[in-house]
Structure formats: C-alpha cells, structure tokens
C-alpha cells in the first residue's frame, strides 16, 4: 500500500487524505527560475543542512530530479509525493522525504522551498502540526524571505503571505452522480476556495475525486484558512453522506449494479485504460464505504488508484513498455490486487 | 435447457440452428385472413384428424391461441416454437408440438397449415426428411390447394410453389466485428437468400445471430433450395472460422478482454436489459467455442439467450413484473445460471 495512506485518519468514507502546502523562498537568492545553477546548489545545500543539523536526518531520503529516470520521477508525482512542476526541475530541482513518506520538503520548484504534509484522512490540524515543526526546524539556519505587510515572499504572488494552500481531497461519487456537485463547486468560489482534480491545478477530475482547497494565501492567518476549509469540508462531506444514504433508499439496486458491475469488469478485463480503472475503483471504493463490499479494504482501492497510474505500472512492471502493453499489465494488476486484497 | 436444442448438432461453433417451414393451404377453404371462425373451425378440426389417426397423437401437445396468456404465447414465440403472427391470431389460430419440441403444426397463421422442423445445429438433410414426413402425414386427410403449374398455393405469394423457408441461424461475431459480414449479407441477396435478426423477418439482429434463408420458393425444387442454402451456409461457416482464427492470432488479449468482461457484467451485475444481456451471451458463447472459456457449455449459453427474452423472464418469475422488475430479476437469473453451469 501507498505509505502515506497508511494510520487510520477521520471521515475516510469521504475525505482520502489531507495536504499541507508551505511555500517558502531564501532571502538572499533569485528565485529558482532565475538561478544559475550554482545558486540552485547553494540553496540545496543551505535546505541539506538545516536538515541535517536539526532532524535526525536518517529519516529523510534525499533525490535529485536529474538523477532519476522519467518514470521513477511520474511515480513520485502519481503517488502524489512531490509536484508535476518539480519533477520538470531538471536543472536544480531536489527533495527530501520522510521515511513514512508523509512528509516532503521540494527544494527549487517553483519557490526554493515547499514543505509538504500528506495524511489520510481528514486531518488538517495534525498537518498544519507537522508542516510548521518542519517550517521552524529549516528556519533554524535559513532566512526567509519574508516581508512585514505582505508575509511570505513567493515566486508567484498568488501564493505570498502565508505560503500556506491547504487541501482535502474528497470522494464525491453520489454529489456527483445527482449533479448537486456543481452548485457546491460554484460556492466554493465565493468564499475563496476552489475544487480542482487529482493531479492539482489543471489536472482532470478522475474517480469522482475532488481537492478542495483554498484559492487566497493573503489575508488570513494560517489558522483562519484551516478553520474555514475544515468548516466547509465537513459540510461537504455530510452533504456526501446524506445523498448516499438517500440513494441507498432510493435507488439501493442501481447502485449496487453499478458497484458490482465495475467490480465484474476489473476482476475480467483483460485491458484496461487507467481513466477507466480509476472510475471502477470509484465505484468499487462507494461499494466498500456503503457497506455493499464487505470483504475488500476501502484503503487498498485508494492505494491501488495510485499504483495502476501509467508510470506505477512502468515501474512495478520492471520492463518497457508499450501503452497497449501498459494496458494489458494493468489489468492483470487489479485482478491480482482484488483477488488477495483482504479486510 | 430448450427442449428443442437437445442432441448433437453439426457445426454447431457457428450454426446455432436450422428451421424448415412448409406453407400449406386446404384446397377447399378461403386463406385464414378472410375465413369465419367456423370456417377456422372446421380447418383445426381437419388437422387434428389426420394427426390423430395417421400419427400418435401422445405424441404432440396441442395449444389454442386463444387459451394462452400473453405470457404464455410471448414464451411460445422466443423459444422460436411459434411465429410471432400465429400468436396473435386469437380468433382460429393454434398449434401442435411434438414432445421433443422439435416439430410445430401452426392452423390458421397466414396459411392454413405452417409445418416447422427446429434442429441444433446445420442440418437441413434431416429437417427436411422430418418436415417432409409431417407434411405426407397430413396430406393422407387432407387435400392441398395445389396447382399444376403453381405448385402450392399459399395467402402471400411469395411463399407459392414449394411453400419451403428454410433458415439457419448463425452466430457471426467474428464477420460482424471485422465488417466483412455486410459484403456477405449483399451477396445473398443475389443469389436467392437473405439474412435476417434473431425472430426472422423484420427483427432486430441481436447477439451477432443472423438467419440465413431462402427469399424464393418458386422454380426450383425442394432439393435444390436446401442444397443451395447448405453450400452457402458452410461457406459463411468456413469464413467465420478463419476469421476467429485470424482474430484470435492477431487480437487475441482484444477478444479475451471482450470475452472475459461479458463475464464479468453477467456475473455481477444486478439490473440488465435483454439487448444487453443478449450481446453479453453472444461474447461469452464466442469465448467458449474459441476455448477461451472452458467450464461452460455453449449450447447452454444459446439456451440462456432465449430464457432471458421479456416474457420468458416474466414467466419463469411466476409474479408480474415491470420492466425494471424484470431486468432486476434477468440479472439474477443469469447469475444463477452461470454459477450452475457445467460443461
């Protein structure tokens, strides 16, 4: 199972996981789209350092972009360890991760620095938690750029003041199926939230997974925005709730075929797309969730969205291969997958 | 399984099965569409005679229209026992069936008498002994309207001279997926034959299983009708089979993968349609005499398509039914018969 995933974490029929998100930048450099690369090296090694220093390093792997193949960096990105935009920094681009891979601290993405706290779950308190202990622990050696009025200076101004975007990623599927999704992402907007899909800003929305998250990084106290967006998530996710138990009474045998019938497909199919993957294990994970599944790990099915991505399944595969050939593995994945996944 | 299916049959990989029918009309009353229901009357009761005193008469179970349900009669017509005009002929029409359901005397649809020989598999050599058989025993009571020149005269005339449709039923899933069916099918058309759906005339092709049969019953004998259509069938038979070989060469994980996922809906689905379970069956009846799938009977499969017609359903159910009911009800009963199902 992805690492991550791993504790037991709140609202899990629901809410997948939680993501923290500090962007930070060195006072005394450019900002890494206008480095040279030995400024890029010196930053990387200011950030090895103060980690070194101030935490028991041994709990951190570090990588370079540059050292790792395409596929071993769309892994990192698939199992939603480092960003799509870090994993293109050929030049200069690193990062650290902890050994429950919970925690990933990228060093010139688009900021020197972006602190990053993963959980399952809903848990934004625990992560906000976890990513200011890492936040201080850099501060040790590091100076922030940092300006009174505005806060934290950033590449990109939409992220400056607190550096902080907070999200949960949520499984929508019954919001979604009756179309009651679309009002609440318009909502969103008004108070300076947004959805977006499981790869982040631009990426498509995948399995009836959405990540909720805040738009502002200016303005508001750290706290504020986490108070808000776990105000707002909770509500979602009742809102989830409340259509799945309407559903159940309603429509209980449309659902459950279409439940067991995306658990039919993944045990038979003999090639699969990972767009069509992704909505079978939505629905098999509605199935687990709903209680119409009683013998598969509602956890596993998330797990396994991420391992049956096109370069996880590279990868696992250990050879080259084609994405007809890619398509055919796959499947033989899931069937492996469902039939020894146990409770 | 469908009485009728009983035996061994030829070719039966592609040629589900045969029908030959007998057009008769007595010579001295008017065709059914213009009788009185006397007239109807006296028409059954001449039939019955010579059945009684020439044959045993155990032998065959007699039936009126108008003593059926709708039901009963919908069941008569998806087992191909009747035609879907003799059922609703409520007024004169009824029909005998012999107890292995091979054989069907239909009194009063278009023509007096209609003759069928329902066989497994590609026999027209003995549908034809049979029909012929029935048709002599009939005649030892009854006078045909026959004409010299004409030969029999029948209430439509296309159906004149020899009176003789003779029909198989094919399953073409390999010509169908690849496109060449449809040069075939225009092919026919010059040669005398015609292709229809699952019902015969005007139904819709259903499961990849097309009806082959003769268009012209006038000018060429018996004989040469069935000797033809046989030739012509073996051909299409050859051509479906090269083409399986080809596609399982050089598509084989496709036709797995199309093969295995009908499995899988039919396994697990809770609500399904005919048209849709029709084309699941046809898939899974291709990977069983492709050998892709081997704990499952074929002809059990063919047996299972009609059992999960509308009113077979209905009947089997012993309730009524609405059409969401029913589709309910179809997708257990497919499970079951899968889960039952031996080779």
Known sequence: MIKWLGGVGKEEDVVVSTRLRLARNMANYKFPEFMTEEEGELVTSEVLNSVRDNAEDSLYRFYRIKDLSDIEKKVFVEEHLISPNLSERTANGSFLISNDEKSTIMINEEDHIRIQVLLPGLDFNHGWEVSSRLDDLLEKEIEYAYHEQFGYLTACPTNAGTGLRASAMLHLPC????????????????????????YGEGSKVSGYLFQISNQTTLGETEEDIIKKLNKVVL????????????MLDKKHTEIEDKVFRSLGILNYSRIISSAEAMNHLSNIKLGCDLGLIDDINSK???????????????????????????DVYRAQVIRNNLINMEV
Request: glycine share 8%; no cysteine.
């Open 235 to 246: 509500q979602i996710v009742s809102r989830e709730r409340s259509t799945r138990v309407f």
């Open 175 to 198: 919001l979604a199926m009756t179309g009651h999704l679309n009002s609440i992402i318009e909502g969103l907007g008004k108070i300076g939230l947004t959805a977006r899909g499981l």
């Open 300 to 326: 596993k099915i998330v797990s396994l969205m991420m391992d049956i991505q096109p370069a996880s399944i590279q990868k696992s595969s250990n050879t080259s291969m084609s994405e007809e050939e890619r």
